[in-house]
């Protein structure tokens, strides 16, 4: 099969090495916004203007839509839907279920398969916390996140006027995680499960306390959690904050039995040297499964709640059974 990225920074730079890796799928090319000239691709794929992409169309199977939560994704989704299959990770979770709507709209109108919100979270955290749930009705569900990087997060920081790059980090409370991982089930806010710690390069003359406000009281982002905002130098940030990990733990409390005397508790871990580069491995397998459903002559928005895990893989079922049952 073929893909095709539309947008070059980091999801979309990882997305190319990581189809190089899938024997059954190469990279039809890039899609950028900006001077396709002056953009030089790892594995020498082509590099196109995202203005003219209509022109592509019927040339590639999935467009891969490398762009960020906070503003492109909600715009640039249900746009290509409506021309081409698709898969995205945007990772906004208390908006997934408005841009699943605009999403389906947009891909049904064009019989188009979308798949949203892919990743580790949303996206394998998610499936973990279903499987749980389902496997113990009876229970508690805890995530927890970093430390790390969020992508997401640090790119919102990025369009505050006077921001020229920002890092943020996600850290779990340790006596929250200990709490949890040692048995007990605490009721626990948002506030009480993570800090944030925001680095931030700020433009020559850029008022910080304005930069700082907008950051702390961020819906969605920052408002709900204990945030601080470091400011440095663009050479300590390139220093000190170059690389991109991330990880994080689910877990799922739960009792069985007549009265609940047996206690039980999944944990599953991540721990990510590099967050874009895993992103892109869960972007990559759901492109092969959009591809699949639109073979089968299936149209709409999915999530990864709605996709077989045997569509996730090139192998065929038998090997499946065979190799992973």
């Known amino acids: 099969m073929k893909i095709a990225i539309y947008g070059y920074g980091n999801i979309g730079r990882a997305v190319e090495l990581a189809a190089a890796q899938n024997d059954d799928m190469e990279t039809y090319g890039v899609f950028t916004r900006r001077s396709p000239e002056n953009i030089h691709t790892v594995t020498g794929v082509p590099v196109y203007a995202a203005k003219d992409i209509l022109a592509h169309k019927g040339s590639f199977d999935v467009l891969v839509i490398c762009g960020g939560s906070a503003t492109d994704l909600p715009e640039m989704t249900p746009r290509l839907a409506a021309d081409f299959c698709v898969v995205d990770s945007f990772d906004t979770h208390a908006r997934i279920p408005e841009h ?120 969605n982002y920052f408002a709900d959690y204990d945030t601080t ?61 959009a591809k699949k459903l639109y073979d089968r002559g299936e149209c709409g928005c999915r999530t990864i709640f709605d996709i077989a895990p045997a569509d996730l893989s090139a192998l065929s079922p038998e090997e499946l059974r065979a190799h992973y049952l």
């Open 100 to 219: 699943f709507a605009n999403v389906n709209a947009a891909a049904k109108a064009g019989r188009n398969v979308a798949v949203i919100s892919g990743g580790w979270d949303p996206g394998m955290f998610s499936v973990t916390r279903l499987y749980s749930s389902a496997i113990l009705p009876v229970g508690q569900d805890y995530t927890f996140w970093g430390r790390g990087v969020s992508q997401g997060h640090s790119d919102a920081i990025r369009r505050i006027p006077g921001v020229l790059d920002a890092r943020q980090y996600t850290v779990p409370v340790p006596e929250a995680l200990e709490a949890v991982r040692s048995g007990e089930t605490p009721e626990l806010t948002t506030r009480q499960k993570h800090t944030r710690e925001c680095y931030v390069v700020a433009e020559e003359g850029a008022d910080r306390d304005a930069i700082t406000e907008a950051i702390v009281t961020m819906p």
């Open 229 to 289: 905002v470091t400011f440095i130098s663009m050479e300590e940030m390139k220093r000190d904050h170059a690389s991109l990990p991330h990880g994080g733990y689910v877990f799922r409390t739960g009792t069985t039995g007549a009265d609940g005397e047996h206690r039980h508790m999944i944990e599953y871990h991540l721990t990510l040297d590099s967050n874009p580069e895993f992103t892109a491995g869960v972007l990559v397998c759901l492109a092969r499964a």
